[in-house]
């Protein structure tokens, strides 16, 4: 022991002689330790191999991910998918990340991999684990000048229940919140430089918040720019910076990081207006954690599957240490820790309603439960100021030992009590609290050890050693198994391909019901075929009130649909069998509709509705011929005739996601009505004039037209997207002066000193 106890001693003299060499092995061990902790995912073992559960992971962010790459490596950027929900604004849809520069990189990587697939995404997402505990590493470690505590800090955020049971699922989580430790390393660099600001590291920090609402998940961004905003405010005001500066400065990140993420964000606002998200409210928007899951905070796993509150039994007694210290920082975190905790909790908390009401974005956004994610990141950080301040008292910390060690006890007798009840009353046992309550026992007995009676010998490697052993053994004990299947990733089957070659190779273009045959996601998307089924935390509005309030047939008919995948042998409307398989639980059949609307054509009645409760109301009386009769919220200045012609002909020329040519010969004024969903920025020509693309039928397009032949051409050019493309640009150009203006005057700072 004493043998072990001196090369230890003498390994940590030789890493702090050069604090870059520590740095690097500090980074070294993480790396390994990421390994350690996904070599499952990791190892190219079939045998061995795991994956994420398909569901969210699968149905939305694989799917979006492989058709951002498909555009993208074809030269063509994806501002319109027409594969789900009848179309939609893919880049519009913040989920869809298509200009997320790591995911840029993961699309290059790809084409050395042979190709975008499961396994790749993954692969992101595993990257952004170690990305996000090197940044957590990396910010503690400025703050404490401590090594010990950056790795503890890194080890407890990485590995806890937030971050490997949340995100998973949700990637835009994961790839959103990562940043975070960025933003806040920025400020605290930048408030370091003596008389105000240093400008390169806020432009790190607008860097970060950057990265952050490019990946896609605003909620999570919004918890990010609270807390980047009351920690901004915190440094200043220790630093000494005055109330303008502090102010500009902080209102300089946050507009340098939506100035980066305009091509993203602008769009996006746009499309928000325009989704069943902007017509939820507090009811619908206010759930979260049941009061229940406070234990989770120190018993994982008994509750729920998934334990998002649990950062671990040694991070929670090093940040009470923190807060019982004094040390520098804490209360301001631990207050972050207490807010964002009670926000959890959504409506269930009258501070809930406060925020919804009166706190900018919050109104927004439904799950507050996510609100976890700050306060994992607090207990990580508080938990590496513990470590400081245990090594800067070096004293035995003895109300704390006290604490600990009657939790111990409570634990091992709350453990042996619901084992003998197991065993002798008729119940079924309780193996995962009995297996969480010994769990717990042990690992408050090890923390009581090692923090509450041998907090004197922190100054000691072995003690460093020791307490890195067991925040692994308790995160990697709890946290290793949550979200992963026994399947490798290659080898996911996900959707029923049987049908699929089933269906025709049709020059004009058509829809399909793929919700049984294709299961529940943007699967058409991954296929190229247009489905008016997907999922989306942003469907538009017209979209799911289509879905919503009419029935099967009358959807079928306003968005084009010719076949349908059912395991139903028959269907409202008349339609033919063309295949079948029945080689699963249930027979799914490919069904042919009968004389189904084309994807455009014309009509010559119009009806005026006041509202679009109004139009819905008459789209769902079947007497209402959708064929013959159009509606419009306004008459146009045509001149229809008496009796609706029987000869007008509608063909499709071009086809592309942003772009339609039509050739229209109408013997009559009319209106020509298309199967395409309605929304702002498409712009139309009818030979080779501008004109006014209408509202009809509560959601979809529409052009009026006078007898006689026309060209028709449509083409997706929204505003949004370029008033986005210049302000990033113009913010790319404000990151780079910053970088190099800080720069200058850090250099003459240094010079003059």
Do not use: C
């Not at 997320?100 to 396994?119: D, V």
């Not at 269906?503 to 273009?509: C, T």
């Amino acid at each position: 022991m004493n043998r072990l106890r001196k090369l230890l001693h003498e390994a940590q003299n030789w890493l702090l002689a050069r604090p870059l060499r520590a740095d690097l092995a500090a980074v070294l061990l993480l790396t390994l330790l990421w390994a350690l902790f996904f070599w499952r995912a990791l190892t190219p073992n079939p045998a061995n191999q795991v994956s994420y559960p398909e569901g969210d992971f699968s149905g939305q962010f694989l799917t979006f991910a492989i058709y951002q790459a498909r555009r993208l490596l074809a030269g063509e950027i994806p501002l319109w998918n027409p594969y789900n929900m009848a179309g939609h604004p893919f880049l519009a849809d913040t989920q869809a990340a298509v200009f997320y520069p790591p995911r840029l990189l993961t699309i290059a990587a790809s084409q050395f991999t042979g190709g975008f697939t499961y396994a790749t995404l993954q692969a992101e997402a595993l990257l952004h684990y170690w990305i996000g505990a090197v940044l957590m590493y990396l910010f503690v470690r400025r703050l404490t000048a401590s090594y010990l505590a950056g790795l503890v800090s890194a080890l407890t955020l990485t590995f806890g229940g937030y971050q490997t049971g949340y995100p998973p699922l949700q990637l835009a989580i994961l790839e959103a919140g990562v940043w975070l430790p960025l933003a806040l390393l920025g400020l605290t660099r930048a408030s370091e430089q003596p008389g105000g600001w240093n400008l390169r590291w806020l432009a790190v920090s607008g860097l970060a918040l950057g990265l952050s609402l490019l990946a896609g998940h605003p909620q999570t961004t919004l918890f990010f720019l609270y807390v980047l905003i009351a920690y901004g405010i915190y440094r200043a005001v220790g630093a000494g910076i005055g109330w303008l500066p502090m102010g500009l400065g902080i209102a300089g990140v946050v507009a340098l990081g939506f100035g980066l993420a305009a091509v993203q964000i602008v769009p996006g606002l746009e499309y928000m207006r325009l989704t069943i998200r902007s017509e939820m409210g507090i009811d619908a928007l206010s759930g979260g954690f049941p009061f229940r899951d406070l234990v989770v905070l120190v018993l994982p796993n008994v509750v729920t599957l998934w334990s998002p509150l649990y950062s671990g039994v040694a991070a929670l007694a090093l940040a009470g240490v923190a807060v019982w210290r004094r040390e520098r920082g804490a209360y301001f975190w631990a207050v972050v820790v207490l807010v964002a905790l009670v926000l959890s909790f959504g409506g269930a908390t009258i501070l809930y309603r406060i925020v919804y009401l009166f706190a900018p974005g919050a109104s927004w956004f439904r799950g507050q439960e996510r609100a976890a994610y700050v306060v994992a990141h607090g207990i990580a950080i508080l938990s590496g100021l513990g470590v400081v301040a245990l090594r800067r008292s070096g004293l035995r910390v003895k109300p704390l030992a006290r604490v600990l060690a009657i939790a111990a006890a409570l634990a091992w007798a709350a453990a042996v009590e619901a084992f003998i009840i197991s065993r002798f009353v008729d119940q079924p046992e309780p193996i995962a609290l009995i297996n969480g309550l010994f769990l717990l026992g042990g690992l408050a007995t090890a923390v009581w050890l090692l923090v509450g009676r041998m907090a004197g010998h922190a100054h000691r490697a072995w003690w460093g050693a020791a307490l890195l052993a067991l925040v692994v053994f308790d995160l990697f004990s709890t946290s290793a198994n949550t979200n992963w299947e026994p399947i490798p990733a290659n080898e996911r089957l996900l959707y029923h391909r049987t049908l699929l070659p089933s269906l025709p190779d049709e020059e004009e273009p058509f829809r399909i019901d793929g919700r049984v045959g294709l299961a529940h996601g943007n699967y058409g998307t991954l296929l190229g075929v247009e489905d008016i089924r997907g999922i989306s935390p942003l469907e538009l509005s017209a979209h799911e009130s289509y879905e919503r309030l009419l029935p099967d047939y009358r959807l079928y008919e306003l968005l084009n649909v010719k076949y349908v995948f059912t395991d139903w042998r028959e269907l409202e409307r008349p339609s033919t069998i063309i295949a079948r398989d029945e080689s699963g639980v249930q027979p799914v059949y490919l069904h042919r509709l009968e004389n189904p609307l084309p994807r455009a054509w014309m009509t010559y009645y119009v009806s005026l509705a006041e509202d679009d409760a109004q139009a819905l109301a008459w789209l769902a009386d079947p007497g209402f011929d959708v064929r013959t009769t159009v509606i419009l919220d306004r008459a146009p200045t045509l001149d229809f005739p008496a009796e609706a012609p029987e000869d007008a002909q509608v063909t499709v020329e071009v086809y592309e996601p942003e772009r339609l040519v039509l050739s229209v010969d109408t013997p009559a004024d009319g209106v020509l009505v298309l199967s395409e969903m309605y929304y702002p920025g498409w712009q139309a020509t009818v030979d080779g004039n501008e004109a006014t693309i209408w509202r009809a039928n509560a959601g979809l397009r529409a052009l009026p037209l006078t007898a006689g032949q026309h060209e028709v051409t449509l083409v997706y050019r929204p505003l949004s997207f370029r008033l986005g493309v210049v302000l990033s640009l113009i913010s790319l150009v404000l990151l780079a002066l910053g970088m190099i203006a800080g720069e200058r005057l850090s250099m003459r700072s240094r010079q003059q000193s």
